[in-house]
């Protein structure tokens, strides 16, 4: 299964605290100027990967 759709599937098990916190780690990932294109996406993933083991 892709990472697309587990985190899909498991995005509507967190809690609306879950899912904001979620949005506030991807968006201070996203706005930090000092992380390569290589950095973003390996921290995002890092973070996906927490919030899809936070859902089992």
Do not use: C, P, W
């Not at 697309?4 to 506030?24: A, R, W, Y």
């Not at 294109?37 to 993933?45: F, G, H, N, Q, Y």
């Amino acid at each position: 299964m892709s990472v697309n759709i587990e985190l899909e599937q498991h995005i509507t098990t967190l809690t609306d605290e879950e899912k904001n916190d979620f949005i506030k780690h991807v968006y201070l990932i996203l706005n930090n100027r000092s992380n390569s294109d290589l950095i973003v996406r390996a921290k995002i993933s890092e973070l996906v990967g927490r919030y899809i083991n936070i859902s089992k």
